[in-house]
């Protein structure tokens, strides 16, 4: 046996030594924090994800906090690696894990989340696509609309060919079934051949491609808005946007207001455009919005609304979110010094009369260092220090806040604490950098 | 599996002065890389403090284990290199050494009255556990480089390191240790799935000599696309595809599996029937 000690020894130290390692834990130097309710309800916090780093030693380390504790990730298992599904759509979507979990087969190869309408009768995916016959860059377009019947599970597949030219993109922003008719929002840009060569984008325009539930033929197309765009030193896309002595860039967006679940049934869909200019020379550049505008367009009557304004003090705001919420409207204006936000019922075509202003102060904090909208409720990270000191907060100036979207009042107040021996709190807390507020959509 | 593990502590006994070597150049030039690094900084915070009469707080960051390693990555690196290179080099001698070394020891071991699949599998063991010895010994190593570090270093000055974070600070060992076993796991899968590969192909060679060189690259070559080509095709790096990442990678542990497997019965059935001294 002894001489057999040597194979023995090298074997054992081997497993012993690895073993140990990763038994012992890898993630390193990677405290854990907790967020602490400073007031309110714990249970408002509960979709809200804080994101930043933990700096300390060299490097940093990327993590996640929530009301739950401490997420880092840095050593995925080999079953999150290898053995689950990593992509984005059927992960991070709540109604797309439904669907993956319900129609496997359905789901494969589909890439766009606002592609998907589910009601308890049918699953619908439509797409569009833009093909090249001549070669000669002259796109044509096709509809491509999947339709799955949940009573027997059969699966209708509709191409339609759009018999249109001089299209530069398109994109299904929504997808609605009103009865036996499949309303698909597309959102496209026409472009025209220039005499020269190449070519010149024209315009920006949502459609509304009505189809047949059952037979999948085109019933009709209905333009909802139409943006000129003006081509400008090599930037197609760029808007006709009143000229300013310094203006380097005109943008146009058009885009809709996103619902809970973009799968889900909706009545409506709200329309978003806005131009905005930036401005600036060398090394300071400034972005203006110039006009922001919302429509509301009901899928059952064809008729396409525009909201009444807010008022100019909100609408000036250099960000916007919008989110649908049932029947109303949410659009909350921010910078870093204070949010505001307008509400509509879309389907009474109203502005709620009670705009809200908050400002970082009456919030709590001195400035905003990231704000989100979702399922009406601000998820706001307040810093303690001025917007206008530079660099980074790190977590003793941070507060997470909470707060309705109607009445701007706070539900929730947090801060992240350190996990560990109290004389230490302060220390790892300066190590701790927090920049970024998410909000589940579950 | 006596007659297995006698082979076995053949071939380690017959390696152990290279795996030894190996094991003491490795701790000789990383803990000197540490030792003259941590010098040379305390050198420059003195000249600093001597020319500013500032502390060199003020524009050193604290010292730490991991910024050291992070700063002699290539002395760390040339060791471990070295170990690999001469690792693959011996996954061939272990087989050729018994052929062209003194004496015609392969006739002795194949001639054993004992299964040949011992032989194979002692090998092959060998050459794992020469691995994972040395991986064992890196690790073991850094402790050790840390008290070096933290015996030269000014105790007032020294920022505490962990020996996970070390190790990731140096591009090297992120795939020879990374953070995750299931990393860890399929690397190391991967690789001795090439080592069985790699038997297989120089049994192909000692079966068929000439014609068994293009055989085993042919079988080299084949089993290197079915490893890499699928993932690629199928999509896993997409957002999109028709398949789902899981079920590409299920076919890819599939594949996988059954090269190990056909390269197993492969090395054996020729190391049974076709070999000759």
């Known amino acids: 046996m002894k001489r057999y000690i040597l194979s023995m020894a090298l074997g054992v130290f081997a497993v012993g030594a690895i073993g140990t390692y990763y038994a012992s834990g890898t993630e390193g130097d990677a405290p854990l924090y907790k967020l602490v309710t400073l007031e309110g309800d714990v249970q408002e916090a509960a979709n809200m994800q804080l994101g930043g780093h933990y700096i300390g030693g060299v490097g940093s380390k990327a993590l996640e906090l929530t009301v739950a504790g401490t997420k880092y990730q840095l050593a995925p298992s080999f079953y999150e690696k290898y053995l689950q599904d990593n992509r984005f759509l059927t992960t991070q979507y709540e109604d797309m894990k439904a669907l993956k979990q319900d129609h496997r087969n359905f789901m494969r190869g589909r890439s766009s989340i606002d592609s998907f309408y589910r009601d308890s009768d049918w699953v619908i995916y439509a797409d569009a696509v833009l093909y090249d ?69 024209l315009s920006e325009e949502f459609r509304d491609y009505v189809v047949d539930l059952g037979s999948g033929k085109l019933l009709r197309r209905d333009v909802l808005m139409s943006e000129q765009l003006k081509a400008t030193a090599g930037t197609s896309g760029t808007s006709e946007a009143e000229p300013a002595a310094n203006v380097i860039r005109s943008d146009l967006s058009l885009s809709i207001a996103p619902i809970q679940r973009t799968s889900q049934p909706s009545e409506y869909v709200v329309l978003q455009m806005s131009r905005s200019s930036t401005t600036g020379g060398e090394g300071v550049k400034e972005k203006t919005t110039l006009v922001r505008k919302y429509a509301v367009y009901s899928y059952r009557t064809g008729k396409l609304t525009p909201l009444p304004e807010s008022s100019t003090d909100i609408s000036a705001y250099s960000h916007s979110q919008s989110e649908l919420n049932g029947d109303i409207l949410t659009v909350m204006y921010f910078d870093n010094r204070s949010l505001a936000i307008a509400r509509y019922n879309v389907a009474t075509e109203t502005l709620d009369p009670g705009e809200l202003t908050l400002t970082a102060k009456q919030a709590g904090g001195q400035s905003i260092k990231s704000v989100t909208l979702a399922q009406d409720r601000v998820y706001a990270l307040l810093s303690s220090e001025d917007s206008n000191k530079a660099g980074l907060a790190d977590s003793r100036q941070i507060t997470a806040v909470v707060l309705d979207a109607g009445s701007g009042k706070t539900l929730y107040r947090g801060e992240a604490a350190y996990e560990g021996p109290a004389d230490k709190a302060e220390e790892f807390r300066k190590k701790l950098w927090l920049t970024n507020i998410y909000a589940n959509r579950s | 599996m006596r007659n297995y593990l006698k082979l076995l502590h053949m071939e380690i006994h017959r390696f152990r002065s290279i795996l030894f070597v190996l094991m003491g150049l490795t701790a000789l030039v990383q803990i000197c890389a540490i030792a003259f690094s941590t010098i040379g900084e305390i050198n420059e915070r003195n000249a600093y403090f001597q020319q500013t009469g500032k502390p060199a707080e003020t524009f050193f960051a604290a010292m730490s284990f991991t910024r050291m390693v992070q700063n002699t990555q290539f002395w760390f690196a040339v060791p ?30 194949l001639a054993l009255p004992s299964e040949r699949r011992n032989v194979y599998f002692a090998k092959l063991t060998a050459i794992l556990t020469f691995i994972f010895a040395m991986l064992g010994f890196q690790l073991l190593l850094m402790p050790i480089c840390r008290a070096v570090f933290t015996m030269i270093a000014p105790a007032d000055q020294i920022q505490p ?95 996988d599996l059954l090269i190990a497997i056909v390269s197993v019965w492969l090395g054996l059935y020729l190391l049974k029937k076709k070999v000759s001294v």
């Not at chain 1, 929002?185 to 984008?201: D, F, H, I, N, T």
């Open chain 2, 80 to 109: 471990v290199g070295l170990s690999i290179a001469v690792l693959v080099i011996y996954a061939f001698l272990i087989w050729y050494r018994d052929w062209f070394g003194r004496s015609t020891f392969a006739f002795r071991l």
């Open chain 2, 161 to 255: 390191s962990f020996i996970a974070d070390a190790i990731f600070a140096n591009q090297a060992f992120k795939i020879l240790l990374p953070r995750s076993f299931g990393e860890f796991f399929a690397n190391y899968g991967l690789g001795i799935i090439a080592l069985l590969i790699l038997f297989a192909s120089i049994l192909l060679e000692r079966s068929y000599r000439w014609l068994g060189i293009a055989l085993g690259l042919a079988y080299a070559g084949l089993c290197a696309a079915l490893m890499f080509f699928p993932p690629l095709a199928l999509g896993a790096e997409y957002s999109v595809g028709y398949l789902y990442t899981e079920e590409i990678y299920a076919i890819q542990i599939a594949i």
């Open chain 1, 133 to 201: 016959p001549s070669s000669e860059y002259d796109w044509r377009s096709e509809l491509r609309m999947d339709v799955l019947e949940e009573a027997t599970g059969k699966v209708a597949k509709h191409r339609i060919d759009l018999d249109e030219s001089n299209i530069e993109w398109f994109r299904v922003n929504d997808v609605q079934r009103i009865g036996d008719e499949v309303h698909i929002l597309a959102q496209v840009r026409q472009r025209a051949k220039l005499p020269e060569g190449g070519w010149k984008s």
